[in-house]
């Protein structure tokens, strides 16, 4: 069984769709998360949820909504696309306070046209 | 608030070869360390940790790396590189308190010639 698990894999749209991405992890982990890597390989959080709460938004647009209904998923929904918004975007859980590594999913690569 | 630095950008280096990538860290917290692998179109995959004691940590694949505090450095080793080991090599820190995040370096592509 898939630790953290995502959907779609890849994800093609036009600029001003609106799209989801759907992230599942059965670790039982407390803590779930959002990365973006851009075309450079960098990696940087947008979003981590802990039983089911937001606890760090780091200044993405607002056209971007996590949500967590329960500890096991947390899913991403961006509104009106951008170009910009072109990336790969990871899921990952952890367990707060036991080895706090965190275990990511394949990642879904967005391509905004 | 923490920061990562991946010395090189591209390692490029020849099957059976010893390898070493670079990385440092700032923080105003103690925090716990990590190295990351990313195979091509694939996700993240823990290679080894620090988070007490030993500051020679051994991971997966015949890697390691030292801790050292007074340089604040995490550099990954390997004695001998095979050609599966091509990939990007992340390292990362998360803070001991506070919220929990990774913060990544910008990575280091390893790329084994045979």
């Known amino acids: 069984d898939t630790a953290v698990s995502q959907t779609p894999k890849y994800l093609v749209t036009q600029m001003g769709n609106d799209k989801s991405i759907k992230c599942e992890q059965n670790l039982g982990h407390d803590t779930m998360y959002w990365y973006k890597q851009d075309s450079k390989k960098f990696l940087k959080i947008m979003f981590s949820y802990n039983n089911k709460e937001l606890i760090i938004n780091e200044t993405v647009p607002n056209r971007f909504s996590p949500k967590s209904p329960d500890k096991a998923h947390l899913n991403l929904h961006i509104n009106s696309l951008e170009l910009g918004d072109s990336a790969v975007y990871f899921c990952a859980s952890s367990q707060v306070g036991v080895t706090n590594e965190a275990f990511f999913g394949q990642g879904t690569r967005l391509t905004v046209v | 608030a923490q920061s990562v630095t991946q010395l090189d950008s591209q390692v490029p280096v020849f099957e059976e070869a010893p390898v070493e990538l670079r990385c440092n860290y700032s923080s105003s917290v103690s925090v716990y360390l990590f190295w990351y692998v990313q195979y091509p179109n694939q996700g993240l995959q823990l290679l080894l940790k620090?988070?007490?004691?030993?500051?020679l940590v051994k991971g997966i694949n015949g890697f390691e790396a030292e801790f050292n505090k007074s340089q604040t450095s995490f550099h990954l080793r390997k004695p001998s590189v095979h050609i599966s080991d091509t990939a990007e090599y992340f390292c990362?820190?998360?803070?001991?308190?506070?919220?929990?995040?990774?913060?990544f370096g910008q990575g280091t592509r390893l790329t084994i010639n045979p």
């Open positions: 990362a820190v998360n803070g001991k308190q506070g919220a929990q995040k990774l913060v």
């Open positions: 620090y988070l007490s004691g030993s500051t």
